[in-house]
């Protein structure tokens, strides 16, 4: 990254955000300078960086991801060439103590002091491709759908099993959850579509729909988290971030619990790989055979699964990386 001078950490809420400056965590120039998060808001915070001057050489602006909340001053701030990172939520936390005040304020002079102390790993942000964008709000929408589906399901059962039968009740459920499972196929055929649009995201798509367990939405959530495959990122981390890792937690002699994936990030990233790996132990004979062995050693089914995942998951980025489809009974030799 460029040199910089200049650490501003932003703390996005969803009317405002807050705003500290610092050349290092002993010297802060300003601290929570408060502006509405509105097109008028950044309007201002960019003449008040000039002003200033924070330029685009001399600074990068640091925040949390926030999902909506950031997108409009990340899009507003990159389109003028500043830097704009933006870092998981719980490093950030991670890396102060727990103690102590907790506010806005602090949040922004945290994230300023942050962006200074891990300036060589920040992630960069940059806008998203347009199609991957419509794929990922598709996506979120499918999820609300499903969501709602299930909840109609599980009401319509209860009332199946009443006493006293309301069939109207029953007819109208039956019909809402028919239109929801009719919407979500409509989105997976404009996920389709929009994939087909791109050239190079159906070639990337097609790649990784070559791997067993591999469907349209564990593909699309890949494309997504990827970019398309032109972000470099190591499986192990992914792992991590999307919470699939088994953790040890032992401590002397009085504490000692099996490994735990800490089900952190996206749930349903985690979802997906987890229903993939069902599949996979189900209809591939290879982690069927995985799978039982593991069994007859004494693991346990839920640790096995989780593992399947993480071979899964490492198996798809090293289509990623070699641009080359799934192989069949491929085994890597060693080079001596």
Request: aromatic letters at 10%.
């Given at each position: 990254?460029?040199?910089?001078?200049?650490?501003?950490?932003?703390?996005?809420?969803?009317?405002?955000?807050?705003?500290?400056?610092?050349?290092?965590?002993?010297?802060?120039?300003?601290?929570?300078?408060?502006?509405?998060?509105?097109?008028?808001?950044?309007?201002?915070?960019?003449?008040?960086?000039?002003?200033?001057?924070?330029?685009?050489?001399?600074?990068?602006?640091?925040?949390?991801?926030?999902?909506?909340?950031?997108?409009?001053?990340?899009?507003?701030?990159?389109?003028?060439?500043?830097?704009?990172?933006?870092?998981?939520p719980l490093e950030v936390k991670k890396s102060f103590p727990t103690h102590g005040h907790k506010n806005d304020p602090v949040d922004s002079a945290n994230i300023a002091e942050?962006?200074?102390?891990?300036?060589?790993?920040?992630?960069?942000?940059?806008?998203?491709?347009?199609?991957?964008?419509?794929?990922?709000?598709?996506?979120?929408?499918?999820?609300?759908?499903?969501?709602?589906?299930?909840?109609?399901?599980?009401?319509?059962?209860?009332?199946?099993?009443?006493?006293?039968?309301?069939?109207?009740?029953?007819?109208?459920?039956?019909?809402?959850?028919?239109?929801?499972?009719?919407?979500?196929?409509?989105?997976?055929?404009?996920?389709?579509?929009?994939?087909?649009?791109?050239?190079?995201?159906?070639?990337?798509?097609?790649?990784?729909?070559?791997?067993?367990?591999?469907?349209?939405?564990?593909?699309?959530?890949?494309?997504?988290?990827?970019?398309?495959?032109?972000?470099?990122?190591?499986?192990?981390?992914?792992?991590?971030?999307?919470?699939?890792?088994?953790?040890?937690?032992?401590?002397?002699?009085?504490?000692?619990?099996?490994?735990?994936?800490?089900?952190?990030?996206?749930?349903?990233?985690?979802?997906?790989?987890?229903?993939?790996?069902?599949?996979?132990?189900?209809?591939?004979?290879?982690?069927?055979?995985?799978?039982?062995?593991?069994?007859?050693?004494?693991?346990?089914?839920?640790?096995?699964?989780?593992?399947?995942?993480?071979?899964?998951?490492?198996?798809?980025?090293?289509?990623?990386?070699?641009?080359?489809?799934?192989?069949?009974?491929?085994?890597?030799?060693?080079?001596?």
């Amino acid at each position: 990254m460029k040199d910089v001078t200049y650490f501003i950490g932003v703390d996005i809420a969803s009317d405002n955000f807050v705003v500290s400056v610092c050349k290092d965590p002993d010297n802060f120039i300003s601290k929570a300078t408060v502006w509405d998060n509105t097109p008028e808001g950044y309007d201002k915070f960019l003449s008040w960086l000039k002003d200033n001057g924070y330029t685009p050489d001399n600074c990068v602006v640091c925040m949390e991801a926030t999902g909506v909340y950031s997108q409009g001053i990340s899009y507003f701030l990159t389109s003028r060439d500043y830097t704009v990172t933006v870092e998981p939520p719980l490093e950030v936390k991670k890396s102060f103590p727990t103690h102590g005040h907790k506010n806005d304020p602090v949040d922004s002079a945290n994230i300023a002091e942050y962006a200074y102390r891990y300036l060589d790993r920040l992630h960069l942000w940059q806008p998203p491709d347009e199609v991957l964008k419509h794929i990922k709000t598709l996506l979120t929408t499918r999820e609300h759908i499903t969501r709602t589906m299930n909840s109609y399901d599980n009401s319509l059962r209860a009332l199946k099993r009443e006493q006293v039968v309301t069939q109207d009740a029953v007819d109208i459920h039956k019909r809402i959850i028919k239109e929801l499972r009719a919407s979500r196929r409509d989105i997976d055929k404009q996920i389709k579509e929009l994939i087909n649009k791109d050239e190079s995201i159906k070639r990337m798509y097609g790649l990784v729909s070559t791997v067993p367990g591999v469907g349209l939405q564990l593909g699309s959530h890949i494309l997504i988290m990827t970019e398309c495959g032109r972000k470099e990122l190591n499986y192990r981390n992914v792992a991590s971030y999307v919470g699939i890792s088994p953790w040890d937690h032992e401590s002397g002699t009085s504490v000692s619990n099996r490994p735990r994936s800490k089900k952190n990030g996206p749930g349903q990233v985690r979802k997906l790989l987890y229903l993939a790996a069902m599949s996979l132990r189900e209809h591939n004979d290879h982690f069927r055979e995985y799978f039982e062995r593991k069994i007859a050693e004494g693991k346990t089914g839920r640790l096995i699964i989780n593992n399947i995942a993480n071979r899964l998951l490492k198996i798809i980025f090293g289509i990623l990386r070699t641009k080359r489809p799934y192989i069949k009974g491929y085994v890597s030799v060693p080079i001596y």
